[in-house]
């Protein structure tokens, strides 16, 4: 069965860090590009960022490129998003998402249940 | 980027009726284009991909269709778990995006 976990989530001011981690089972981990998408409350989804298998390629929504890393240990089947520079328009629930590739083309096949992420001080 | 804009933003429909909910790209996508649905408190399901096809294990009464710019999901007879927000997806470029979403209730 696949899973995806997300953590690292909670409370953090404006202008600081947080580390989001997701561990994954139930599949060859390194076979599939994962991302992350968020939720602001009460909003609909964005797409936040994306990390190829092998981790050759990253790929981020200008929101928070600068701000983000997106990175994956493929020897130990996670991965994590440093987030830094922070500001309250990040806070939302963050989703771990696996990337379906059908022709070259990403789709999300399947979701963790999310972290949140409130920045506020 | 590209914009995907979603109508209506919400349908209210009885039980066994067509529902129809229809996503625009702001530029042309070929049929690189996802349907998922989310329930309340939930995490998104993928639906449909590649605009007509369908994930597995998705009950057959939901259908897509469309190609360019304009997609449509359709629901054939609307049940009581499908009470939920629908978010079309476009594949065809980074960033990816989503519309706005389309919150489906019963009448």
């Known amino acids: 069965e696949v899973q995806l976990l997300e953590s690292g989530g909670g409370l953090v001011q404006p202008g600081g860090s947080l580390r989001l981690s997701c561990a994954a089972s139930?599949?060859?981990?390194?076979?599939?590009?994962i991302s992350w998408v968020r939720q602001a409350p009460g909003k609909g989804l964005e797409w936040v960022s994306g990390?190829?298998?092998?981790?050759?390629?990253?790929y981020y929504a200008d929101s928070v490129k600068g701000r983000f890393t997106f990175s994956r240990d493929n020897s130990k089947n996670t991965l994590n998003l440093q987030m830094s520079s922070l500001r309250s328009d990040d806070t939302a629930i963050y989703y771990c998402?696996?990337?379906?590739?059908?022709?070259?083309?990403?789709?999300?096949?399947?979701w963790g249940q999310g972290t949140v992420v409130t920045v506020s001080s | 980027d590209i914009q995907m804009t979603q109508s209506p933003s919400s349908v209210s429909a009885s039980v066994g009726n067509r529902v129809t909910i229809t996503c625009r790209a702001s530029?042309?996508?070929?049929?690189?284009l996802a349907w998922y649905q989310q329930k309340p408190g939930k995490a998104p399901k993928l639906l449909i991909y590649?605009?007509?096809s369908l994930q597995n294990g998705v009950p057959s009464r939901f259908s897509g269709s469309g190609s360019g710019t304009d997609f449509t999901l359709t629901i054939s007879s609307l049940q009581p778990e499908d009470i939920a927000t629908y978010y079309c997806?476009?594949?065809?470029?980074?960033?990816?995006?989503f519309g706005g979403g389309t919150k489906v209730e019963i009448k």
């Open positions: 998402a696996r990337v379906a590739v059908f022709q070259g083309f990403w789709y999300f096949d399947y």
């Open positions: 530029q042309g996508i070929s049929n690189w």
């Open positions: 590649a605009a007509s």
């Open positions: 139930g599949f060859t981990f390194s076979d599939y590009a």
């Open positions: 990390i190829a298998g092998t981790a050759i390629r990253t």
């Open positions: 997806q476009q594949a065809n470029t980074f960033p990816l995006t």
